[in-house]
Every structure is written in C-alpha cells, then in structure tokens.
C-alpha cells in the first residue's frame, strides 16, 4: 500500500529525514512514534506530498505519491488542523464529496458529523470554529471519500476526551475495513491499543520497526515488565 525507499530530506546541511526506508501492508495500524523534532511530521509531509523529498522514492498503491492514481488512495489529517474560513462545516463536506466524486455523500457525511458531536455546528463559518472543533471538521473530512489509505499526523491534540475515545474505535472500525493507517504522534497510550506494529524516530533515522511485544524484548532481556513507554524512552535516550 506504501513503499517508501531511501527517503531523505534536508534543510541546508542538516538531515530532518535521514535515508529511512519502510513500507505499509493493507490494513495494518503503524503507530510513528518519537521525540519532537524526531522527522515524524516530515516524513509525513513528504510522503503526502506538502514538502519536496530532497532525495528517495514514495509509492502509494503502486503509483508514484505525486501522481493524481496515489492521491485517490489516501486522506491526510495534518497536525494543524485547516479549514476554508469561509465554508460552513457542512459546506466542507460537499466540497471534499465534490472533489472525491463521493456518490450519495450526504447520509455518511451527517454520521460523521453525529459522531463528532458537530450537529449544532453546521451552519458555522471555519473561521469561527475553535482548533478542536477543526480538528473533528478535519477528520470528518478525511473519513467522507472512505480511502484505502489514511495518515494522521498528532490526531489526539485539541480533541475532547469523548472525541479521542470515538476517533481511538475509527481506527478499529477502519482496521476491520481492511484499511491502512499510520498515526504520527507522541502521546503513546493513543497508540499502544491499535497498532499493529511501532516505528519509533530519532534524529530523523528509524531506530525501531517491529511489532510491541519485539521491540520490548529487543530493548531489555526478555522485555518483561516494560511497558510502551518505558520501551520508548529506553530506544530514544542519549547515549
């Protein structure tokens, strides 16, 4: 589903992203976990297309990540959520079942909206949302066209505790769709319950890339006791 080869990028001399290589089977969770500044959040820019690789190869579905076949496949939720100041919440919607060619959107598109507890919010304009609420508005966006593919970058910052809860059980719904899902974040517990499998970054290599209970065993004799965090914190420490 996501092939990613030698992908590198820099800011003058300096490495952000630092020759990484990884890939995504169909529907498996891959929680991307690491320190700030790790490279989480570029790697993700440059594998949905918002910053230029510096050098490396990304493929969604077979097809190069820039071309208009990969961006059918995937929906991006940026860490900052962004909506149109002057779209209503419900306008989002129809703008994103326009562009996807959603058919019959608008009964998947009041679900969304009834989940994330938008229904009294529908008429109001972006600009006056609060940052959690465009970020339940962001999310509803990204779910609508129903892609194979979905990147969430930090999903949990500025939601509600009932609104973690109901995104943490989209993850599982989702999963069982057979969809494919990689979360950047560094709030471990939101992770720990879903993911199939752990990418921990460090200074913008891949230190980790195995499932919990090998990277535990991995990080201490036997890995009895250790829990993700712990995990964590022992692969990312300095030396």
């Known amino acids: 589903m996501l092939t990613v080869t030698n992908l590198t990028k820099k800011y003058g001399k300096q490495n952000a992203v630092d020759d990484i290589s990884f890939h995504l089977d169909g529907g498996e969770v891959v929680g991307l976990l690491g320190p700030n500044g790790a490279g989480k959040s570029t790697t993700m820019k440059c594998i949905v297309g918002l910053l230029r690789k510096t050098t490396g190869e990304i493929t969604i579905g077979g097809f190069d990540h820039l071309s208009v076949e990969a961006k059918r496949f995937f929906s991006y939720i940026p860490e900052t959520p962004y909506v149109y100041d002057l779209l209503t919440v419900w306008e989002h919607m129809q703008f994103v079942a326009q562009a996807y060619g959603v058919k019959d959107w608008k009964e998947k598109a009041s679900q969304l909206i009834e989940l994330y507890e938008l229904e009294d919010k529908k008429s109001k304009l972006g600009?006056?949302?609060?940052?959690?609420?465009?970020?339940?508005?962001?999310?509803?966006?990204?779910?609508?066209?129903?892609?194979?593919?979905?990147?969430?970058?930090?999903?949990?910052?500025?939601?509600?505790?009932?609104?973690?809860?109901n995104t943490k059980q989209v993850?599982?719904?989702?999963?069982?769709?057979?969809?494919?899902i990689l979360v950047s974040t560094h709030l471990i517990d939101s992770v720990e319950s879903i993911a199939d499998r752990i990418m921990i970054m460090k200074d913008g290599q891949i230190i980790g890339n195995d499932s919990i209970e090998n990277l535990k065993q991995q990080a201490a004799a036997g890995g009895e006791g250790l829990s993700l965090e712990d995990l964590f914190l022992e692969l990312t420490k300095d030396e």
Do not use: H, W, Y
């Open 171 to 180: 993850f599982k719904n989702l999963k069982e769709a057979g969809k494919t």
């Open 127 to 165: 600009r006056d949302l609060s940052k959690g609420m465009r970020q339940k508005v962001s999310i509803c966006c990204a779910l609508l066209p129903d892609p194979q593919l979905l990147f969430f970058d930090e999903p949990m910052i500025g939601l509600d505790p009932k609104a973690i809860k």
